[in-house]
């Protein structure tokens, strides 16, 4: 991984050309009412690891939804021609029904559970993440050099992905459900880069300012309802509608160098005294607390 730095409008252009190959493994999770609404709602990002594919997600998102009384369905962009995810209203997502889906592991501490769908396998398998080496990258380059993005004169190559909770509607004549992923430029607060070992302490826990969520980059060519979900996240400012921007739990974390490296899960965010906040566990934690929990598991199955 190399360092790139661009200037400001540069680094609008990057991003904006780059959200689409990023929400190709942005997934969303709701919970259906017996008209169809969306309910209870999370973000989710589909894993490779080996040769699994995975959901990962918050563990509040999947006791909210999956396994709970009303239906879920997880929802997936469709890929254009050049593989990249496609937005707008009149290209409905790929939606699953995913009420009874395995829930493979979960960790309360760092707010994590993973699900295995049986219908992922007929996904392609570019839209995963690869599990092992953004974690690897996480933990031996991000962690350690987070202050190396904060200063105002360098690139801020981190994005924050979720679906916010106006971010999904009924278009009764179409007879579809019209979805909008919102991706927003964070910087880092703050970000403990100690080695978390399960049981051992708190996780440690990266800190996000999307304070910049005014000025950040949308992506080309909104649709309508896009363009309402963008504003109406932007500019709510009452308490009860802070919530426009809830919904984004369980969402990814991507670092934007050479490539797009999953570096965290979203746990929870929102406006703090005006400045929209996210804290997140640190996927390299994630993925090595996995690995251990499958580690365990597999010796007390001999």
């Avoid at 570019?126 to 990258?137: H, K, P, W």
């Avoid at 979900?229 to 009860?240: C, D, G, K």
Wanted: proline share 7%; hydrophobic share 40%; net charge negative.
């Amino acid at each position: 991984m190399e360092d790139v730095v661009l200037s400001s409008l540069e680094t609008v252009a990057e991003l904006n050309r780059r959200i689409p190959r990023i929400l190709r493994a942005v997934v969303g999770l709701f919970g259906l009412s017996d008209d169809g609404r969306a309910i209870a709602k999370g973000t989710g990002v589909l894993v490779r690891i080996g040769s699994r594919r995975l959901v990962f997600t918050a563990s509040h998102v999947v006791t909210g939804t999956t396994g709970a009384a009303l239906p879920t369905v997880l929802c997936l962009f469709p890929l254009g021609a050049n593989s990249e995810a496609v937005t707008g209203c009149f290209l409905p997502p790929q939606m699953f029904d995913v009420s009874s889906s395995s829930i493979v592991w979960m960790n309360k501490e760092l707010d994590v559970a993973v699900l295995a769908i049986p219908e992922l396998e007929e996904i392609p398998v570019s839209r995963f993440v690869d599990g092992e080496g953004d974690a690897i990258i996480t933990r031996t380059k991000l962690k350690p050099r987070w202050r190396e993005f904060t200063s105002d004169d360098a690139y801020v190559p981190f994005m924050v992905c979720g679906f916010p909770n106006l971010g999904v509607d009924i278009d009764f004549d179409n007879r579809c459900h019209i979805v909008s992923c919102l991706p927003s430029i964070a910087e880092i607060s703050s970000w403990d880069d100690s080695v978390w070992t399960p049981g051992d302490h708190p996780p440690p826990q990266c800190h996000f300012d999307l304070s910049s969520i005014d000025s950040s980059p949308a992506a080309p060519d909104l649709s309508p309802w896009d363009t309402h979900i963008e504003q109406a996240t932007r500019l709510t400012p009452s308490e009860i509608e802070n919530e426009a921007f809830g919904g984004i739990s369980g969402g990814p974390v991507f670092c934007i160098e050479t490539g797009e490296f999953l570096c965290a899960l979203v746990k929870e965010g929102g406006r703090v005294f005006g400045p929209v906040r996210v804290i997140a566990s640190s996927w390299d934690d994630v993925y090595y607390a996995f690995l251990d929990a499958e580690l365990n598991l597999n010796r007390s199955a001999r």
